[in-house]
């Protein structure tokens, strides 16, 4: 597909647009994009097309824009200021959230969204590494080879920053379901 871009044939280049929007729309709003979030995906992708030059051939394209969609992220967000980008992350993440059907049973619903924003809190108390690592590996739903290779780090490494971090997750969670242990 890359090879069809490179040759300048703009469809192969709109097909792989609609492959990855959606990945790219989550990363984005995952890592604190907000309502800007929809910019910051069409700005990496004009970037990636920019830099199609220096793909490395036979490499994954996924992992290759994630980590352009991010850099995008981190500059919208310094440009933005950090208080309006947490902001508007919680409000664009609640409003992507599926649609709870009217037959469900309200404190059924109400335990979903505390579970959400207890775990919104605890991902934003990590450090940006454990808080990458997760949002890859869990949230964007990449493999371990695709989150490794998205933020250039080892496998290896991957594997025991994502462990600590999901220690850390889990500590932090179960202090603030119920202020201790739970059973």
Known sequence: MIARVRAGEAE???????????VALRAAVA?????????????????AYQSLGRFREGAAFRPWLLRIVVNETRNTL????????????????WGSEPVIPESADPAVAALA???W????????????????????????????AETAQTLGWPRGTVKSRLNRALKKLEKKLRAGVGGGDVG
């Open 113 to 115: 969204k505390e579970r």
């Open 31 to 47: 890592f604190g994009a907000g309502a800007d979030a929809e910019d910051v995906v069409q700005s990496a992708f004009f970037k």
């Open 117 to 144: 924003t207890l775990l919104i809190a605890a991902l934003d108390e990590l450090s940006e590494e454990q808080r990458q690592v997760v949002t890859y590996r869990y949230l964007l739903e990449l493999d371990e």
């Open 78 to 93: 310094r440009s933005a200021g950090r208080a309006r980008a947490v902001a508007a992350r919680e409000a664009v993440l």
């Open 12 to 22: 192969a280049y709109a097909q792989l647009v609609r492959a990855h929007t959606g």
